[in-house]
Each structure stands twice: as structure tokens, then as C-alpha cells.
């Protein structure tokens, strides 16, 4: 059973940091693409960093290039993130596909975990 287990939300002010991580169970994430994404209120759910599989190539959000970092561990994929700013609250979430997606869009993606919720406010 694919299962994806997100954790390091939290409350941080502006220009903090925090790393989430996404742990991934029941499949080998080396055979799959897989990235970050969120959702803001009354916004619609947005690719923020995704690694394509096999390639290894990694996409970034123009709006997160130069303070946000993803990377993968075996089983796991941490995304980094610096010089937090209040428009990056949302709900962060973790997916996977099995193949190589086009891009770091969230309709490609097919395993979705439950979500960490980044508040930067000061």
C-alpha cells in the first residue's frame, strides 16, 4: 500500500526557515517522480519543487528559485526552505507518480499524502 507521511509544519516568522519531510512507504520512491506542493486559502493547489525519476532533474516554482531546496534519501524526500515569506502559507503536501510526469503539476501526480500545514506570520 503506497502510503506518504508528511511532517515539519509549523508556525515560523518571516525570513525563518523549515524543512519538511515526506517519509514514503510501500513502494520504492527511486522508480518514481515525486515533489512538493500547496495550497493556499481560496487558491488552488500549486507545484512548489519536484524531483523527475530516473532523470533526477529538479523543478522549482519561480516564485520559491534561490530559498527553496528538495532532496531525496531513500525513502524519503525533505524540502528545505529558507527566507520564509507570508505568500508561502498554505498546506504543503507530498505526492508520487510512477512515470515521468511533464512537469511538477499537481493533475499528474497519483499519491497524495494528508498534508503539513507552513504558517510564516509574524
Known amino acids: 500500500q503506497v502510503q506518504l507521511v508528511e511532517s515539519g509544519g509549523g508556525l515560523v516568522q518571516p525570513g525563518g526557515f523549515l524543512r519538511l519531510s515526506c517519509a514514503a512507504s510501500g513502494f520504492t520512491l527511486d522508480y518514481y517522480s515525486i515533489g512538493w506542493f500547496r495550497q493556499a486559502p481560496g487558491k488552488e493547489r500549486e507545484g512548489v519543487s519536484c524531483i523527475i525519476s530516473s532523470y533526477g532533474n529538479t523543478y522549482y516554482a519561480d516564485s520559491v528559485k534561490g530559498r527553496f531546496a528538495i532532496s531525496r534519501s531513500k525513502n524519503t524526500v525533505n524540502l528545505h526552505m529558507i527566507s520564509l515569506k507570508p505568500e508561502d502559507t498554505g498546506v504543503y503536501y507530498c505526492?508520487?507518480?510512477?512515470?515521468?510526469?511533464?512537469?511538477?503539476?499537481?493533475?499528474?501526480?497519483?499519491?497524495w499524502g494528508q498534508g503539513t500545514q507552513v504558517t510564516v506570520s509574524s
Open positions: 505526492a508520487a507518480v510512477p512515470r515521468v510526469p511533464a512537469g511538477c503539476s499537481p493533475n499528474e501526480y497519483e499519491y
